[in-house]
């Protein structure tokens, strides 16, 4: 069963452009909903993080936008850059731990 | 610098033999994971431990083991019994408080190929 659907698996923005990856959860007990961002051979970072008191959290450049009702979370990444170009992967859990993954957006930006 | 530390970054593995994947952390975080990679089906988890001496199964578990004697290490044996092991293996830890903050570091992971 796989609680947390992430769209699209690729995605190709132009350099300046908004990149969007969707998720969405099934678990209503889900508290907390990351995105980790993954480059070749190398484990996943923490990029940004949000819980569902708020609808949405920015950090720089990254936005997550927040939807309790539509069990809903998406990123944003605006003034897509070069150095952007990596697999993203949002999460939830309940607390914190035992992360729950989606399958992974595989983002390109061209110049 | 704290952090991860996984070992090998690549390991080759024989029909029928078991394999270890090393990883330590020296972060003093509580709570270890294992996920494997897998292309197009993201991380799953394969175990986890939150205390030292315990660990419980993920999604995942059949035809591996783990150890949690120490705080700083979690091991993965991969054994003979997992019939698909060729993956990227990720380990992970994160400090087990409530309202935390932070989320998991992960290790650089290890990529595990069967011969």
């Known amino acids: 069963q796989q609680q947390v659907k992430q769209s699209p698996q690729s995605l190709i923005v132009q350099k300046g452009g908004i990149s969007i990856i969707n998720c969405a959860y099934e678990?209503?007990?889900?508290?907390?909903f990351p995105w980790y961002q993954q480059f070749p051979g190398k484990g996943p970072a923490l990029l940004i993080a949000i819980r569902p008191d708020v609808s949405e959290k920015k950090e720089g450049r990254f936005t997550i936008s927040f939807n309790k009702s539509a069990k809903q979370f998406s990123l944003h990444i605006m003034d897509s850059q070069p150095g952007d170009s990596a697999t993203y992967f949002c999460a939830a859990s309940f607390g914190n731990e035992k992360l729950t993954f989606g399958t992974g957006t595989r983002l390109t930006i061209i110049p | 610098d704290g952090g991860i530390t996984q070992s090998p970054k690549y390991l080759f593995r024989k029909e029928g033999q078991n394999v270890t994947l090393s990883c330590e952390q020296n972060?003093?975080?509580?709570?270890m994971y294992w996920y494997r990679q897998d292309p197009g089906q993201g991380l799953r988890l394969i175990y986890y431990s939150q205390i030292v001496n315990d660990f419980q199964k993920g999604d995942i578990a059949e035809g591996y083991s783990v150890s949690r004697e120490k705080k700083e290490s979690f091991p993965l044996t991969v054994t003979s019994a997992q019939k698909n092991p060729t993956a990227f293996y990720l380990c992970?830890?994160?400090?087990?408080?409530?309202?935390?903050?932070?989320?998991?570091?992960f290790g650089s992971g290890t990529r595990l190929t069967v011969v």
């Open positions: 678990n209503t007990a889900f508290d907390y």
């Open positions: 992970a830890s994160i400090i087990r408080a409530k309202n935390h903050g932070g989320g998991y570091t």
């Open positions: 972060l003093n975080h509580d709570a």
